[in-house]
């Protein structure tokens, strides 16, 4: 059986990353605090800012692939986000060029500004946001360092066995007392976690050609009122009557507004299409 590593097992992608991995591979996985996040998978404590902890644990598990999920999101702390996501993005790509395992890197859609979508796979980054400029900065040193990389941008990531980060972060504000703003100027494409898991692993196992920036994301853009509205009725949660509409344009801090990303080529080299959220819904009632 071939082995996989996937950095990041305890955070919300790589939970559910690991538990499908695991039919198909002999998995290992990574954690910084959370261990008992870990659902699947030998765990291993591993700080990617640590390059020589980065080449010892791939010298030591040798995988076939990695999936480079560990990142350093929105709402952590900033002042270390450049070191994770850049340097520790670095030190997985020149431990993985080491052994010459295949590396599929995980970025976003928030590389790009907002202002030019839909936005093509090879487009530049051109990002606006503190997490945009890092992931941008961990695109740049990986594709520096291991060219062959498969590198992934996606959209809002959401499932429904386990609540998304942001719909959670919602009912924390709710149960708080807080009053809701959904903005509906913010255009996405969110990725079923399962869609996304999917074509991750595709990419590690069977697309080993595949090199450079591919969008993964669902099929249907929706506003962020649109999808956190949709999210919070799934999960039966109260949300009208403490909820109001705004503009994220009125914002005093930058943020992307339209960040559609074209998933034509993507679907077609993985002979897989990446359903959007109300078929997702739809097909899950
Ligand atoms: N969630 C989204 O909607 C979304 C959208 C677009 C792109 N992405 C990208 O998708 C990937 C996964 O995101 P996620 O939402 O699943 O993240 P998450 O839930 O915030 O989990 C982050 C993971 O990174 C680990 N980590 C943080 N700092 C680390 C360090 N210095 N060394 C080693 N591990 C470290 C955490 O470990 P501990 O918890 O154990 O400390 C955790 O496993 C990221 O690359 C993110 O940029 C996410």
């Not at 910084?32 to 996040?37: E, F, N, R, S, V």
């Not at 429904?160 to 007392?177: I, Y």
């Not at 993964?216 to 039966?236: I, K, N, P």
Request: hydrophobic letters at 45%.
């Amino acid at each position: 059986m071939r082995t996989l590593l996937i950095t990041g097992g305890s955070g919300y992608l790589g939970r559910h990353l690991c538990r499908y991995a695991t039919n198909k591979f002999a998995t290992h996985t990574t954690f910084l605090h959370h261990k008992t996040d870990i659902t699947a998978g030998v765990p291993h404590r591993l700080d990617i800012t640590d390059a020589a902890a980065v080449r010892a644990l791939v010298r030591e598990l040798s995988p076939t692939a990695i999936i480079h999920c560990a990142a350093s999101n929105p709402g952590q702390d900033e002042a270390r986000m450049l070191t994770i996501n850049r340097d520790g993005s670095a030190a997985i790509a020149a431990a993985a060029a080491e052994i010459g395992a295949r590396l599929v890197h995980v970025s976003t859609d928030m590389v790009h500004a907002g202002t030019n979508a839909p936005y093509p796979d090879d487009a530049p980054p051109s990002p606006i946001t503190r997490y945009g400029e890092s992931k941008a900065a961990a695109e740049a040193a990986i594709a520096e360092i291991y060219p062959s990389t498969a590198i992934v941008r996606t959209s809002l990531i959401y499932g429904l066995e386990e609540m998304d980060r942001g719909t959670a972060g919602f009912v924390r504000r709710l149960s708080a007392g807080e009053t809701l703003t959904l903005f509906s100027d913010q255009i996405r494409q969110p990725v079923w976690v399962e869609t996304l898991s999917a074509a991750l692993l595709a990419l590690a196992a069977d697309f080993p050609a595949v090199r450079g920036t591919l969008n993964v994301a669902g099929e249907q853009a929706l506003s962020r009122a649109e999808f956190g509205q949709r999210m919070l009725d799934w999960w039966g949660v109260a949300w009208r009557e403490h909820t109001t509409f705004g503009r994220a344009a009125d914002l005093p801090v930058p943020s992307p507004l339209d960040l559609r990303l074209d998933v034509s080529a993507a679907e077609t080299v993985l002979g897989m299409s990446f359903p959007g959220v109300d078929a997702v819904l739809d097909n899950t009632r």
